[in-house]
């Protein structure tokens, strides 16, 4: 029998995410197409620790039974004392782009317009696909820049529902936005009626904390956080912090999707929280380990020809962002060349929200992949690369 499967995976532009997979040839190790943070900078004994005493400590009803939507009230609690908010503010989430995906299932109806900034995220273009919205790219370049584009399309009459971006250390790009432009931008979304959705999946790695005033207005802001990149992607946890009608909205809608994050889990996440010096310095261990990572792959792509390749230096996170002279090389061939030599990195144009061949003369490399021996390797091999098509000192 032929199943008559939903739209979604037929639609060209949600089947295609990170591009073409790195060949299975390829050593994982020696790869900068991914985008994990850097094992040795998860704290898997902190972990351990608090998984054991959860265990030993928390009464079994309350981390083996079903429990609330918004999450488990103990955890909604610390998180509300870290970002100065409302417990009725926020939600537990499994992770940023969970929160980003309920968040357009509470506000977006169909023939809605969302602003989202161009490059993107791919998982979250297609989450914003997925919801119906039509996409606006807002070109990234500087805070000034941006801005006086936003303002230009609302003062012509565009109204977006929503402005969905990474303020800080944004992916791929790696550009963190001045303070005072997420203020514009709250000011312009409440004279405007639209919902700032800020990501905030790599605030924390950019070395700002939960508690810091992120410069925009909870009135029109949902912000999501996530603690993929401090303590993990494998818990799936985060929380979104937003106004109270559309957390409200939030968690009913996901009382009949997964019910809520696991039990267990938001427990051993409170525990390591309630340690406010120990988490802090998981993550200033995680911030020192990226940033090392990064240093080295800038030291490696300082024997670029600079005429032929920019590189906008990131505050931290775990991506590189260049851009190469089009007229000297084409990024598919880079990247086929990239990959005979054992070696990878994603092609712009998997970050062209609209999927339609915009950034072809870009390429992202992610730093914490795989070992710090298999980044240096890998570095190597795209160096070479790079040099074959003469944008390169060989190494
Ligand atoms: C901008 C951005 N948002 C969200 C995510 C996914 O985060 P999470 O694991 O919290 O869903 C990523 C992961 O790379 C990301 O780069």
């Known amino acids: 029998m032929r199943h008559q499967l939903s739209r979604y995976p037929s639609d060209s ?55 609330d939507s918004r999450g488990v009230s103990r955890l909604r609690r610390i998180l509300a004392q870290r970002l100065e908010r409302e417990v009725g503010s926020l939600v537990v989430t499994n992770g940023a782009l969970h929160g980003l995906s309920l968040t357009l299932q509470a506000l977006v109806n169909p023939d809605d317009t969302g602003f989202v900034e161009s490059p993107c995220y791919p998982y979250s273009a297609r989450a914003i696909e997925i919801s119906g919205a039509e996409m606006i790219p807002i070109p990234i370049a500087d805070s000034e820049t941006d801005l006086n584009y ?31 432009y997420r203020r514009a931008l709250s000011s312009l979304a409440r004279k405007y009626g639209f919902v700032v959705i800020a990501d905030m999946a790599y605030a924390e790695l950019g070395g700002t904390k939960m508690s810091q005033d992120t410069g925009f207005s909870p009135d029109v802001t949902v912000e999501l956080w996530t603690f993929s990149k401090t303590l993990g992607p494998g818990l799936r946890t985060g929380v979104i912090a937003g106004p109270e009608a559309i957390v409200e909205r939030v968690a009913a809608i996901r009382s009949s999707q997964d019910q809520h994050t696991g039990v267990l889990t938001q427990h051993v996440v409170a525990t390591v929280l309630e340690d406010k010096a120990g988490y802090e310095s998981i993550v200033c261990n995680s911030r020192a380990v990226h940033r090392s990572r990064l240093d080295v792959a800038l030291e490696a792509l300082a024997s670029v ?23 000297k090389c084409d990024v598919g061939e880079l990247q086929a060349r990239a990959r005979s030599l054992g070696t990878d990195f994603v092609v712009g144009t998997s970050f062209d929200p609209l999927a339609r061949g915009a950034y072809g003369d870009c390429l992202r490399i ?5 070992s710090q021996h298999g980044l240096q390797q890998g570095l190597r091999r795209l160096r070479q690369a790079l040099a074959d098509f003469d944008l390169a000192e060989a190494p």
């Open 305 to 327: 020809h600079h005429q032929d390749v920019s590189i906008s230096p990131p505050e931290g996170g775990l991506f590189v962002w260049l851009r190469v002279n089009a007229d």
């Open 150 to 180: 936003i303002e230009r399309l609302l003062a012509s009459g565009v109204r977006p529902k929503f402005f969905y971006c990474v303020p800080i250390i944004q992916n791929p790009s790696g550009r963190t936005q001045e303070i005072s």
């Open 366 to 370: 992610g730093v914490a992949n795989g």
């Open 13 to 67: 532009v949600l089947a295609r995410g990170f591009g073409c997979p790195t060949p299975e040839s390829i050593d994982p190790d020696l790869s900068l197409a991914g985008g994990l943070p850097a094992s040795e900078a998860l704290p898997a004994e902190v972990l351990k620790e608090a998984f054991e005493s959860t265990m030993q400590n928390v009464d079994r009803a309350f981390w083996l039974q079903y429990s």
